[in-house]
């Protein structure tokens, strides 16, 4: 039976870590966070999921700072499929080892060689990293991995979508055979069964809220556009809500064309996508973080990974391909216990894209689906842009408690 924490001074964990904990803000335990940690700290291997923004990094991350805090051998290798996340996992990581004497390395494509190589030369014990770049330092011997007995994975179906398994199945290999493993995932399809249990010994499974569907906090809102009104719409949107908004988009020129065209508007807003240099795409998140843009327009390459608590608003200008990776969209906004808002500007050719997503949502948004695209006119065939009776039809709904008036 998974033991639940309800508080972390009641683990025993060496007093820097807590300071560091204290400093970060850490308070109370998500839920994730809540069932996983203890199990870690017992040594177990451990196959977690939960909803993107629920505290996952923590939950890994206490037990690895812990594990090297109270050995003084051993190191840990942390597999994150985008740049971005890789950043941030190591950033969160540096904050809870505080000032102990442990280093880091974050080894990542797109970033300077030398720079990670003199990392690495620094003999760090926390390994943070993208699988290809990882495999660039062992096939030239720059990374040691033989004392890496503690390993997570995180966010592995995004990694296994991204085509990473044949990599990490070599990383695998450096590795030594006695070890810790946590693998972290938002979903649990078959693919992540398998390698779980492949390369997990016998590892508690822990689960923290329904993954399937959206932070209870966030309130969706669907509006039906035709083509030559989206933009409008999404001006509109933009014009009446404040705070900090993230708009996605289906392709890297059209993050770049639509942040040129809300430039030209007056709105502050940036680009991020695939195409821009490691440092470019560093300084984007970090403008975006100290809200010197209020909007940031992205490819999903943004979609997981991206931490940054004052994003009130996800909008959809374009809806994404894969129906799962709607709910790493808006999990962008609704972030520890916050409130949300997402809207998806939903055309006519969207509607076979809208209903995959209802369905993975539930049943009933399914229905509502249904009965939104009758009556909005969009019961044309698919892509055939045929516009909708009612241009632009608005559908509310919300996975949690309303706010009170």
Known sequence: MTTI??????????????????KMGFTTPTPIQAKSIPEALAGRDVLGSA????????????????????NPRGSALILCPTRELAVQVQQQLDAMVGAAPIKSALLIGGDSMPKQLTALRMRPRIIVGTPGRINDHLERGSLMLHDANFLVLDETDRMLDMGFGPQIDRIFKFLPAVRQTLMFSATLPDNIIKISQKYLNNPVRVAAGEVSKPIAKITQENI?????SKYDQLVEQLNTREGSVIVFVKTKWGAEKLAKRLR???????????????NQRDKVIKNFREMKHRILVATDIAARGLDIPHIEHVINYDLPQVAEDYIHRIGRTGRN????????LIAPADKEKWMAIAKLLDPEAYKKAQADFRTSGHSGKPGSGRPANNNNKRRRFRSGPRKSA
Do not use: Y
């Open 224 to 228: 039906s556009v035709t083509d030559d």
């Open 5 to 22: 924490m309800q508080d972390f001074s009641s683990l025993n964990l060496p007093p820097q870590l807590m300071a560091a904990l204290a």
């Open 264 to 278: 030209g508007a007056k709105h502050s807003a940036d680009a991020i996508h695939g195409d821009l240099r490691q």
């Open 337 to 344: 216990e916050a409130e949300g808002a997402a809207v998806n």
């Open 51 to 70: 909803q993107t923004g629920t505290g996952k990094t923590g939950a890994f991350g206490i037990p690895l700072v812990n594990r090297l805090l109270t």
